[in-house]
């Protein structure tokens, strides 16, 4: 069995993707385990020393901070806590979400900072690598405080409670576990805390949309040099000269990749009439290169909070200190879904106005790009589909991170609402595959009305192999099979095949 281990190291989106794609089991490294259960002692003794209140850990939570509990009471705190907090509504939330959540708590509480049991770390470990998905709502978190609401649903199944995704049905936890002989744990103290607060719901959707952004960033690339050659433009603004000279990164690069993508195409090469392009062609790489730095900006700030401890109270045990403080705070992630949402969707709105241009029968292509307009509606419709989904993708770009409303009777002051910038960032991310989708769709219909000519090697390869799935429309036919079968090319080719930079 292959293996990641849980450990110091820092995670990379590269290793996370692998361990995603591979399978790989989970299991704590001997370093891991030694400062789980350092930390952990180091609570016990603690608690059996001091009388000094300890936040959540003897005390209630929230605004409750000033009563204190017995020490009799202290697992029912941490129970209590888990049950009262899974409040979450709306759909379950994506499969590789939930375990990706998972895979980022385990990371967060093995750095020995969080004071639970190394049991319950195991047990996390073990549901993971036994596909035991905890049913995780969409909606219920305020990005403060942690993740509240939706890690609460992911800690149910620990007590037995809730339900799990167990071999491809929605099951109760409690049923699930007597088929695996697991027992229902008993949180101690500190533990139910350690495991509600935390942004991990936010990080793992940060992940998630992280991960096909800059794999729709290249197809973006692709399907935008399929077009400008469709469309018989101009190759001279993608020249080195033009991007030396303004030196933004990924605006050198995005003119790069067209002019590999383009390289040897008789289209591009040939004497043009017209002497400028549209901007959704000419300004390719300022507009995706501009998107391309935003997602480099925001992989950074998620690199930072995938390899940090983002729970509270934090404990200290080398320095005899146990901090109440606020890294649950999800403001830097909620900002950074923000600017990723913003950078997505205009990579959506541009790839729309070059769809716009390819159906509008213009430069000797026919009208909606089909031989016979009029008797045949042919390319009409799927712009529609592609302006809508830009439309509904502005809506989405409405910022979450400017929102906060107060909760726990003004303890919780101002919250950042990075779990809803989360999930409408995702849903960015759905509506870009769809879009970029139909634009390849309309790119190799439009480059069949250039024949004889030829595109690039590379272009024309892409081509042979999207007509695999997808036929050149003759007549009018039903075209939303063909624009589900561009969206399955679109996940099935890895963009890397076309030798990219980024």
């Known amino acids: 069995m292959d293996y990641h281990y849980i450990s110091s190291a820092d995670l990379t989106f590269e290793k996370l993707e692998q361990i995603l794609i591979e399978k790989q089991n989970l299991k704590l490294s001997d370093g891991s385990v030694k400062r789980i259960e350092h930390c952990r002692k180091y609570l016990d003794e603690r608690i059996a020393a001091s009388e000094e209140p300890i936040y959540g850990v003897t005390t209630g939570f929230g605004s409750l901070c000033n009563h204190t509990i017995s020490g009799e009471d202290l697992s029912t705190l941490q129970k209590n806590l888990v049950i009262s907090h899974a409040c979450g509504v709306g759909e379950p939330i994506d499969k590789e979400i939930v375990k990706l959540m998972m895979l980022l708590k385990i990371q967060s509480l093995a750095y020995g900072n969080s004071g639970v049991k190394l049991t319950t770390v195991e047990r996390l470990t073990d549901m993971y690598n036994n596909e035991v998905l905890p049913v995780i709502y969409t909606h219920g978190s305020l990005g403060a405080s942690g993740d509240l609401a939706p890690l609460a649903h992911m800690s149910l199944p620990l007590l037995g409670m809730g339900e799990v995704w167990y071999k491809g049905e929605m099951l109760p936890a409690g049923k699930v576990l007597q088929q695996l002989d697991w027992k229902p744990l008993k949180l101690s103290s500190k533990e139910g805390l350690a495991l509600l607060n935390g942004t991990q719901f936010m990080s793992g959707y940060g992940v998630y949309t992280i991960l096909r952004a800059k794999r729709l960033s290249k197809w973006a690339d692709i399907t935008g040099a399929l077009s400008l050659d469709a469309y018989d433009g101009r190759i001279e603004p993608f020249l080195e000269q033009v991007h030396k000279i303004r030196q933004h990164k990924g605006q050198i690069e995005t003119a790069k990749n067209i002019r590999m993508l383009l390289d040897g195409s008789e289209i591009i090469n040939r004497e043009k009439t017209h002497v400028q392009d549209p901007y959704s062609f000419r300004c390719i790489p300022q507009v995706h290169g501009a998107s391309k730095d935003a997602i480099r900006y925001v ?14 109270p934090t404990i200290f045990p080398d320095d005899d200190m146990i901090i109440s403080a606020g890294n649950f705070h999800g403001q830097s992630l909620a900002l950074a879904f923000d600017f990723l949402g913003i950078a997505l969707a205009e990579l959506g709105n541009i790839a729309e106005r070059r769809i716009y241009k390819l159906v509008s029968g213009t430069r000797q292509l026919p009208s909606f790009l089909v031989a016979i307009p009029g008797l045949n509606s042919g390319f009409m419709i799927p712009q529609y589909t592609a302006a809508s989904l830009v439309s509904s993708n502005k809506q989405l770009c409405t910022p979450a991170s400017v929102d906060s409303i107060e909760s726990s009777q003004g303890q919780e002051d101002h919250v950042s609402m990075g779990a809803n910038a989360a999930v409408k960032t995702y849903h960015i991310v759905k509506n870009l595959q769809q879009i970029l989708a139909i634009e390849l769709l309309n790119g190799c219909q439009a480059l069949e009305f250039r024949r ?38 679109l996940n099935k080719i890895n963009p890397d095949f076309y030798f990219f930079d980024m």
């Open 299 to 312: 992989e950074n700030v998620f690199l930072k909070e995938i390899n940090g401890v983002t729970d509270n």
């Open 452 to 489: 004889p000519a030829k595109s690039s090697p590379v272009i024309e390869k892409l081509v042979k192999t999207y007509r695999k799935s997808v036929p050149f429309v003759e007549n009018d036919t039903v075209m939303y099979s063909l624009m589900k079968k561009s969206v399955e090319v």
